[in-house]
C-alpha cells in the first residue's frame, strides 16, 4: 500500500512541477509602427512603464524621450532630460522608472556623453511632470573617460530593496573588466540617489571604484528582476559567438576575457578557457550569437526553482524565450524570426508582454501561450470529460486518447462561440487529452495536455456502500446482507477479470494485479451495486 500511495503521490508531483506545454509567442496588436504615426520612432533604445497602458522611451540616435499612452496610441515628447552624444554604439540609451513612481516621479536615464577629448556613460535622474523632466541633475559618471563609440551599455534595474543596479561595457577592451580601477565591464549598485551603498563589495579597498558590485562582464544590454527571489539576471554580448546569461551576485567575476565561449571578429582565439575556478560559469549561452538585448520574467512563474525569460536578439532577429529550472535551461524557443532587430523586452505591472524593435522602429504587445492556457479547463464527471475556458481562443481542436497510448486517437474541431464542450459516453480508463488554440489566421496560439481518468464503471454509475478490506491483498468481504445471485469484477477500463455465481461472501483476489477495480453485485431480487476497491 504504500508503494501505491507512493507511486501516485510521484504522479502528482511530477503532472505539478512541469512548464506551461508551449512556449509559442503570439502578436496580438501593432501599438506603434512607421504607418500609424507621420514621427517615426528613430532607433528606439529603452523604455519603461509608468501604468499600466503607458510607458516612456528613449530614442538612442536623435537623443529624445517620448511618453506614448498604449490605449490612445497619441505620444508626447519629453523636454528638460540630458543632453546625450550620439556616437557609434552610444546615445541615449536605458531609462527606468523609479519603484514609488506614482509618489515621486523620479525616471533615471543612461546616456554617452563628451568629456573633453574623450566619452564615456553617464546616469541620472529627474522630475516628470506632465511631459517635462524637472530638476534633472547627473548622478553619476563613468571613469576614466576613454576615447571610441564601443560597449557603452547599458541597462537599469531596481531591486527590491530599492538599490539602482547599473551595466556598463567593457569600452571595447576587455582588459578593463577584470580590473577594479575603472568603471568599465561592471555592473555597479547605487543607492537611489546616486550615492554608493555601505556594503557594496569594494567599498574602502585601495584601488578599486566603490560603485562596483560585480565585474568581468563584456557588454550587458539585458538586465532584470527575478520577480519571486529578488535576485538580478543579466545577460552580456559575446565577441563572434559566446553570448550570456548570468545570475548577478555580489563581488563575483564573469571571467571576460580570460574565460569565454567566443572568438575574436574574424575567428582568432581569445583564450583556451571557458571555465577557471574563482570565475562565475553562465547559466547558459550562445554560439552562435544571438546579440541579446533587453529583459523580462514573465510572471507565469510560481516557484522559486524555476524562471521563464523572455528577451529580444538584435543579430538573431528575433524574440527569444528561456525557461530555466534549478539554474539549467530546460528549453528555448524563438519567435518572430527574421521581422527585426529586437532591442528592449518588458512586461507591464499588468503582467502584459511588449517588445520594442530598433529596426523598423516600433512597438508590440505579444502574449505567451501560458497565459492562454490557463484559460483552458480539462474536468472528468461521470463518463464524460468537459473541457471549459474555449472562449479565450477563436478556433480551437480538442485531441483524445484512450490508454494516451497514440492509437485510436480521436480529434475533434470546435467552431462556434461555445465556451465549452463535453466528449461524453467514455468507457473507463486514462485518457490523455489536448487542447490547442489558434488565432483568426489559423496561426499557432496555445496548446494545453492533461491526463486524465475516467473511473465510472461501465456496469453501474452506483458506488455506495462500504467494502472491507479496501485496500485487499487476498481475500475480499462482500458487502451485502442480501442473497447474492451473481458476482464480477472488472477493471478501470471495463475488462471482467472475474465472474462467479457463487453464494459465498468471501471472494479469494489474491491471483489480481494490483490496481483499481470495480465489484459488481447483483442480488437474486434483481438489485445491482458497484464498489470501488484498490488491490495490493
Known amino acids: 500500500m504504500k508503494k501505491l500511495l507512493l507511486c501516485i503521490a510521484l504522479l502528482l508531483a511530477t503532472v505539478g512541477n512541469t512548464f506551461a506545454q508551449n512556449t509559442n509567442l503570439h502578436i496580438t496588436e501593432m501599438l506603434l509602427d512607421n504607418t500609424t504615426y507621420s514621427t517615426n520612432m528613430t532607433s528606439p533604445w529603452g523604455f519603461t512603464f509608468i501604468a499600466d497602458d503607458e510607458i516612456v522611451y528613449t530614442e538612442k540616435v536623435a537623443g529624445t524621450i517620448w511618453k506614448l499612452n498604449l490605449t490612445t496610441k497619441v505620444r508626447s515628447q519629453i523636454t528638460g532630460g540630458p543632453v546625450s552624444l550620439n556616437i557609434s554604439q552610444g546615445g541615449m540609451l536605458d531609462v527606468v522608472a523609479h519603484p514609488n513612481f506614482a509618489e515621486n516621479g523620479f525616471i533615471y536615464f543612461t546616456y554617452s556623453v563628451q568629456e573633453g577629448s574623450a566619452q564615456t556613460t553617464a546616469m541620472g535622474r529627474g522630475k516628470l511632470v506632465g511631459n517635462t523632466l524637472q530638476n534633472y541633475t547627473e548622478l553619476f559618471r563613468a571613469l576614466p573617460a576613454v576615447s571610441g563609440g564601443n560597449h557603452f551599455g547599458s541597462r537599469l534595474v531596481f531591486d527590491k530593496e530599492g538599490y539602482l543596479f547599473m551595466s556598463i561595457g567593457d569600452r571595447g577592451n576587455g582588459n578593463n573588466a577584470q580590473t577594479l580601477v575603472n568603471h ?4 555597479l549598485r547605487f543607492n537611489e540617489d546616486g550615492t554608493v551603498p555601505s556594503d557594496n563589495p569594494f567599498v574602502g579597498q585601495p584601488n578599486a571604484k566603490a560603485e562596483i558590485y560585480c565585474y568581468g562582464n563584456r557588454n550587458i544590454q539585458g538586465m532584470a528582476l527575478n520577480p519571486i527571489t529578488g535576485v538580478v539576471w543579466a545577460h552580456e554580448h559575446g565577441p563572434q559567438g559566446g553570448d550570456e546569461l548570468n545570475i548577478i551576485k555580489k563581488g563575483a567575476n564573469y571571467g571576460w576575457p580570460r574565460v569565454t565561449f567566443g572568438v575574436n571578429y574574424g575567428g582568432s582565439e581569445i583564450s583556451k578557457d571557458t571555465s577557471l575556478p574563482g570565475m562565475e560559469d553562465p547559466i547558459t549561452y550562445w554560439r552562435p550569437s544571438i546579440a541579446p538585448s533587453g529583459m523580462a520574467f514573465i510572471r507565469s512563474q510560481e516557484s522559486t526553482n524555476e524562471v521563464d525569460i523572455i528577451l529580444g536578439a538584435l543579430a538573431g532577429q528575433h524574440v527569444h524565450r528561456v525557461l530555466v529550472r534549478d539554474d539549467k535551461v530546460v528549453q528555448a524557443t524563438r519567435s518572430f524570426s527574421n521581422q527585426g532587430r529586437v532591442r528592449d523586452v518588458r512586461v507591464a505591472p499588468n503582467g502584459k508582454i511588449y517588445a520594442m524593435y530598433e529596426s523598423p522602429g516600433r512597438l508590440i504587445e505579444i502574449s505567451s501561450a501560458t497565459e492562454r492556457c490557463e484559460n483552458f479547463t ?9 473541457i471549459g475556458g474555449l472562449t479565450s481562443a477563436p478556433q480551437r481542436t480538442i485531441t483524445y486518447d484512450r490508454m494516451c497510448d497514440n492509437a485510436g486517437v480521436v480529434t475533434v474541431p470546435i467552431t462556434g462561440n461555445a465556451a465549452t464542450y463535453t466528449i461524453p459516453d467514455l468507457t473507463p480508463g486514462m485518457y490523455c487529452v489536448t487542447v490547442e488554440g489558434r488565432n483568426v489566421n ?11 481518468e475516467i473511473v465510472v464503471s461501465s456496469v453501474s454509475e452506483e458506488l455506495q456502500g462500504v467494502i472491507s478490506p479496501n485496500p485487499v491483498e487476498s481475500v475480499l468481504n462482500i458487502p451485502t446482507t442480501e442473497d447474492i445471485q451473481s458476482v464480477r469484477i472488472v477493471t478501470v477500463l ?8 457463487s453464494l459465498s461472501k468471501n471472494i479469494n483476489v489474491q491471483s489480481l494485479p494490483a490496481g483499481t477495480y470495480f465489484l459488481t453485485i447483483t442480488s437474486t431480487n434483481g438489485k445491482t451495486k458497484s464498489h470501488r476497491f484498490v488491490k495490493m
Request: aromatic share 10%.
Open 494 to 501: 471495463g475488462e471482467t477479470v472475474l465472474e462467479s455465481a
Open 442 to 452: 489559423n496561426e499557432f496560439w496555445c496548446k494545453k495536455e492533461q491526463q486524465i
Open 378 to 386: 480539462i474536468e472528468a464527471s461521470g463518463t464524460s470529460i468537459t
Open 184 to 187: 568599465y565591464g561592471k555592473v
